[in-house]
């Protein structure tokens, strides 16, 4: 197979626009409203054909799975913690703050002194702002951690969150942390829509949301894309399996002005590739074209769009 930005027809090269060799520092989420969409395909082969190196981010906390498609060497593994809040014995006056101004119930008030519930905990440290006693003070509660990994092309970061922890938006914005901003940066999203979405997709240049032609796969799209719209990113979709479903998800997605960028279509060789841990492209050679025009597109979008480009809110959720 071509190295990287070698496909037939493929993506513009870092120098092409001005004949200098320079980096993207394009930042591209690829997410979907729920698992088993193809994100995760889509995500590795685009690393993998990606114009320059790129460093790929599995943001997939709860089940990362981007390592099993590359031989990729250990540099580093960190713990990641949240701050939760611990109260300090005989300060508290009872006066019930920091349970009125804690928006998830991680604070509650029972008898004369607070319960605190480290797993509802978002970390925004609002209790101990308000307490007028200084009763409350922050402590480290370990969630996962992060790995970072080097790989042929590039490198690979992936979050793994604990057994029994509930929180992945600290640990996803710690893998973040460790990529660079001027540099091609690839995120491979969790499913859903929820503020874990909300976290992954946070200063990117744009989502590019996979979905199937099914009933269940429109539904999702729609929730997903009235996150990403609602927090205000530029996104894109891919069809993935396409031909499985009779479902026109190109209408949907004009009625809400989102461009489609590419099909890839239902097929027994990308499951038997995926399901050995395969890079799809060099076992199904006729998805070269397919991955060079959706590089091609979203280069278009994100380099011409730069000044465009907003950072969604309630990021920090």
């Not at 960190?78 to 119930?105: H, M």
């Not at 519930?117 to 402590?139: I, K, Y």
């Not at 790989?151 to 600290?170: D, E, I, K, N, Y």
Request: charged content about 25%.
């Amino acid at each position: 197979m071509p190295g990287p930005g070698g496909l037939p027809g493929g993506p513009p090269q870092a120098g092409d626009r001005d004949g200098r060799a320079r980096s993207l520092g394009v930042k591209l989420a690829i997410v979907s409203g729920k698992g088993g969409t193809g994100k995760t395909l889509l995500a590795v082969n685009l690393a993998w054909s990606a114009p320059q190196p790129a460093d790929l981010l599995d943001c997939d906390v709860e089940e990362p799975n981007c390592h099993l498609f590359f031989d990729a060497r250990t540099l580093r593994r960190e713990p990641v913690s949240k701050p939760v809040p611990e109260l300090l014995p005989g300060r508290c006056t009872g006066c019930g703050l920091c349970a009125r101004i804690c928006q998830f119930k991680a604070v509650a008030f029972f008898g004369k002194e607070p319960l605190i519930f480290p797993d509802l905990c978002h970390g925004c440290g609002g209790c101990m702002w308000v307490c007028p006693a200084a009763a409350l003070r922050e402590r480290g509660e370990e969630i996962g951690e992060v790995e970072v990994s080097e790989t042929s092309r590039g490198l690979l970061v992936q979050g793994r969150l604990r057994v029994g922890q509930a929180q992945s938006p600290p640990l996803i914005r710690a893998v973040k942390r460790l990529s660079d901003p001027n540099r091609l940066v690839i995120v491979d999203g969790p499913p859903g829509a929820d503020c874990s979405l909300a976290a992954a997709i946070a200063d990117c240049d744009l989502a590019l949301l996979v979905a199937e032609p099914t009933s269940f796969g429109r539904y999702d799209l729609e929730l997903a894309l009235s996150a990403v719209q609602r927090l205000g990113l530029r996104c894109a979709v891919v069809v993935n399996r396409s031909g499985r479903g009779r479902v026109d998800l190109r209408a949907e997605c004009a009625r809400r002005g989102v461009e489609v960028l590419a099909e890839i279509p239902e097929s027994q060789e990308i499951a038997r590739a995926v399901a050995r841990g395969r890079i799809a492209l060099d076992m199904v050679p006729s998805l070269q074209p397919i991955f060079a025009e959706i590089w091609s597109k979203v280069l278009a979008q994100t380099m011409d769009g730069r000044s465009e480009r907003r950072v969604p809110r309630h990021a920090d959720v």
